[in-house]
């Protein structure tokens, strides 16, 4: 690479009034380095007055949170939040309102907005869908659901628009001017998904750039880490910043960039530059022992980035598991190895796919909320999913947005009257839903551990009692499907069903909910020989995101790890010991190591 400057994890720069970008390989101290940096900046910087503030972006909550936690006492001067969160409360909750009824032909209940969610086509948002388009003939409800939730808005010149990912469209014929009709259903109601923040943002901030120069004088330096993961709305939307005033630094690892299906690209990060940029690069790899530095360097072998390791005293060999049918004894082996290795600090297991970590979790095969959601035409399967959510959140140690998700369960019209599973007519203030929810986790809290074995209508039965005694009615379960479901399925299916959108502390988890983290020891679990074959024959710089998945994955580990895969013929079972990772096997004794 040309004109780049080499530095370490702890060293400041001193042209702090330049562009710049960051790129580092995994575990090198890219969010320590921004950490600093921003201190850096609050200290010397003499273009942040009293009123403005450091916007630091981040791909997660989960990030967010830890950056805060390493800001300390800085933390006052930085807004840090994810891209969405920023833009939500910096550019579409204020100036939504200008879109309205304009010739964009969006319409928003803007009062009604509260936050923005997940993208899950419900039954209603279909049939207000078909209502809408009159395009009742499209069947198959399984593929049109998995169609929808999977749209995304792509930048296409000057133009954005809806449009399906590729995978979704299986056959489907949906026209596409059907599908702003889509959103428009929810946007009746007040509810904006997270993709529609940026499509709004970056429409508004497009027609009314004078909003720019407000938000450049607001926020002088905007860091973002985890650029690699970018898309090209948010890219441009960054740029406009730069090109108003903002210093501009972004962070990445184009080897990481694992959210094509977002619409983020590699190539994004690596062409990514501004007027007069400086770029550095950071060698190291803090994190990991020895060999599994090795084996990060032979998948990326056709990068600029090779890295060092720092942590010389770690030198356990990478392992390999061939699984026979049987995931409960490769796991059992995984945990013999790392007792057998004195490794009794924290470990995840990773897996490409939800599936698998539901096979992993010993989860229900059955997509149980689904059925909740056919059994029922009172909308309870999103409130219930929403506590549950909240209460899953709450034991995760993550109170404040556990919260929210309850908030937002409770959801209520332009009138501020409740919405269904609760009766007609109940008026509610944003206040006092705040203060339901909070009582309401507390009692989740309080009594779930005890009731988890209970089946769901006595569960709904209390949560009725828990709103009656607070003035608050919802609608009773008495027959029909739904009272069948309710009897026979307990909470805990409910539970163990219901994946977070980030995890922090779940130890199974798939490699996109790892991203950022790091553990003792990491179990990669493969189900596909195209992934092992990958590992073999890497394609770092590939379109498709398949190497650098695998490359995220084991280099979330910092002592041991294990790559559990599917039978494998003599060939690739020699490739992978050539490559000198080590077989274990059920017997206890490392192959070739007794
Ligand atoms: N200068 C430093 N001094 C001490 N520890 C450091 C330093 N820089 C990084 N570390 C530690 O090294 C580990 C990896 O750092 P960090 O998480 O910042 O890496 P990263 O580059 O953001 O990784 P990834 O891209 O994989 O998310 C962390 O445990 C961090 O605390």
Redesign the pocket.
């Known amino acids: 690479m040309n004109n780049v400057i080499t530095i370490?994890?702890?060293e400041r720069i001193t042209d702090m009034y330049n562009h710049f970008k960051v790129i580092?390989?995994?575990?090198?101290?890219?969010?320590?380095?921004l950490v600093e940096h921003i201190k850096n900046v609050l200290q010397n910087a003499t273009t942040l007055h009293k009123t403005s503030r450091i916007a630091c972006i981040t791909y997660t909550t989960i990030g967010a949170e830890e950056i805060r936690k390493r800001l300390g006492g800085y933390q006052d001067k930085v807004e840090v939040s994810t891209i969405h969160s920023f833009l939500y409360t910096n550019v579409v909750k204020p100036y939504l309102y200008l879109l309205n009824d304009d010739e964009n032909g969006i319409s928003v209940d803007v009062k009604a907005m509260d936050g923005h969610s997940d993208n899950v086509a419900s039954k209603w948002a279909l049939r207000k869908w078909h209502e809408k388009a009159n395009n009742w003939h499209i069947g198959d409800s399984l593929k049109v659901k998995k169609y929808l939730e999977g749209l995304q808005w792509q930048l296409d010149g000057n133009n954005i628009a809806l449009r399906p990912r590729p995978e979704d469209k299986q056959g489907l014929k949906i026209r596409y001017s059907d599908l702003p009709l889509y959103k428009q259903a929810f946007w009746e109601r007040g509810i904006i998904h997270h993709e529609d923040v940026l499509y709004f943002s970056h429409t508004i901030l497009n027609k009314y750039p004078i909003i720019l120069s407000h938000l450049v004088g607001k926020y002088p330096f905007l860091f973002l880490d985890e650029f690699q993961d970018t898309n090209t709305i948010q890219v441009e939307i960054v740029k406009w910043f730069a090109n108003a005033g903002s210093i501009v630094g972004v962070i990445g690892?184009p080897a990481?960039s694992i959210y094509s299906f977002q619409g983020a690209s590699r190539e994004a990060f690596v062409n990514f530059t501004l007027p007069n940029q400086s770029t550095y690069v950071?060698e190291n790899n803090?994190?990991s022992g020895t060999r599994i530095v090795e084996l990060l360097n032979f998948l990326r072998d056709a990068d600029d980035v090779t890295q060092s390791t720092i942590r010389h005293n770690s030198v356990h060999e990478v392992y390999f598991l061939e699984e026979d049918g049987n995931p409960t004894q490769i796991v059992q082996c995984f945990h013999e190895l790392r007792r057998h290795l004195g490794m009794d600090s924290d470990y995840c297991i990773l897996a490409r796919k939800n599936e698998t970590v539901k096979l992993l979790r010993n989860s229900n095969s059955v997509d149980v909320w689904r059925v909740f959601e056919e059994a029922d035409s009172s909308e309870r399967e999103p409130f219930i999913r929403g506590i549950l959510t909240g209460y899953k959140l709450a034991m995760d140690n993550r109170q404040e947005l556990a919260i929210k998700e309850i908030v937002r369960a409770l959801r209520s019209n332009r009138d501020r009257m409740l919405r269904n599973p609760f009766k007609e007519n109940q008026l509610i203030s944003s206040l006092i839903k705040r203060s339901l929810a909070v009582d309401l986790l507390e009692y989740m809290v309080g009594e779930l551990n005890n009731l988890e074995d209970i089946v769901f209508t006595d569960f709904y039965e209390s949560l009725r009692q828990f709103f009656e005694v607070r003035n608050y009615g919802l609608k009773k379960i008495t027959s029909g499907k739904i009272k069948q479901f309710s009897d026979e399925t307990t909470l805990t299916v409910l539970l163990d069903n219901l994946t977070l959108p980030e995890e922090k502390s779940a130890n199974v988890r798939t490699i996109h909910k790892a991203?950022?983290a790091?553990f003792q020891s990491v179990l990669l679990y493969l189900t596909d020989l195209d992934d092992v074959k990958k590992l073999v024959k890497p394609d770092i710089d590939s379109k498709n995101d398949d190497t650098r998945l695998l490359y995220v994955a084991l280099?979330?580990a910092k002592d041991l790890l294990c790559i559990a895969c599917p039978p494998l013929d003599t060939q690739l079972r020699n490739k992978l010991r050539s490559m000198n990772l080590i077989q274990y096997t059920t017997d206890k004794a490392p192959v070739g190591t007794a």
């Open positions: 370490a994890s702890d580092a390989g995994p575990g090198a101290g890219k969010t320590h380095w690892d990481q950071i803090r994190r991203k950022g790091e280099s979330r």
